[in-house]
């Protein structure tokens, strides 16, 4: 057995007298898709918070390398290799591609204090790594972020968090405001990802795109990790029926019944 790269043991968080999570163990391995599914409101984003040093938990450990660690900001915790994209990728329209690759990064040219941004090479990297993702389209370092299409951007946040190291890569719902090829896209890069080793948390909502890409899958519900399995042991309906409740899809489908009457074929 490997030490997981990432361990979460019974994470609790909580504001004031309302628990946002309550007692989450996940592990996330080297090359490996974690599948974090729920509904609104089912505490992922929380999660994703605790992980990426926002939230401290109110209970429980984390551990990176079987070491117990302590995020006090997102900087610790990308010190440690853990990095987030966000929904919308994290990206600035106004700016260029390669500045905005290289935010708070940035390599410079001169000597201290007359040092001053190196615009040529920071392009020329922001190019070269987005190409190897398959984003061809963009030949120019100070192509502005907001012509880009919403995979596109989500191309160039990965990119810069593979290029700055990330081990974990936190993808918060990165499909969900895209069309068919743009999240085919998305999906692809996260095989990318995983085949370099990098272990992937994929948050989303949308059963198909998991499936397509996790191997193994853990499902929220009020804060709670309801269910927690392998790849290829649930069918999406299974998943589907979880991540909706069982329960109240039936008593909806009775609502509608009553509401509609009964169907009468010609």
């Known amino acids: 057995m490997t030490t997981p790269l990432l361990k979460l043991s019974q994470i609790s968080k909580s504001f004031s007298t309302n628990y946002a999570l309550s007692n989450i163990s996940l592990e996330v391995n080297p090359g490996e898709v974690l599948c974090l599914l729920g509904d609104n409101g089912a505490g992922k984003s ?6 990426s040093g926002v939230h401290k938990p109110t209970a429980g ?5 079987g ?12 010190d440690f290799g853990i990095a987030t994209v966000h929904q919308y990728g994290g990206t600035f329209p106004l700016m260029s591609v390669a500045r905005c690759f290289f935010v708070g990064k940035e390599p410079t040219k001169g000597v201290w204090p007359f040092q001053y941004f190196d615009k040529k090479t920071a392009g020329e990297i922001t190019v070269t790594e987005m190409q190897k993702l398959g984003i061809t389209r963009v030949t120019d370092g100070n192509r502005l972020v907001g012509s880009l ?43 990318q990802a995983r085949a370099q080793g990098i272990a992937v948390i994929f ?10 890409v996790g191997d193994q899958f853990a499902v929220l519900i009020h804060g709670k990790k309801a269910d927690g399995f392998r ?13 909706a409740g069982g329960e109240a899809m039936a ?9 509609t009457g009964p169907v009468r074929l010609p």
């Open 231 to 243: 790849k290829g042991e649930r069918t999406r309906e299974q998943i589907t029926d979880l991540m």
């Open 67 to 78: 070491a117990p660690v302590v995020f006090d900001s997102p900087k610790d915790a990308g």
């Open 46 to 51: 929380t999660l994703i918070k605790v992980l």
């Open 203 to 212: 948050v989303t909502h949308n059963v198909m795109h998991a499936m397509a």
């Open 61 to 65: 450990t984390i551990e990176v390398n």
């Open 149 to 191: 299409s919403g995979g596109e951007r989500q191309s160039l946040a990965i990119a810069r968090a593979v290029y700055f190291g990330a081990k974990v890569l936190i993808l918060d719902e990165p499909t969900s405001a895209l069309g068919v090829k743009q999240a085919t896209h998305v999906l692809r890069l996260i095989m």
């Open 251 to 259: 008593e909806l489908e009775a609502e509608l019944a009553e509401l």
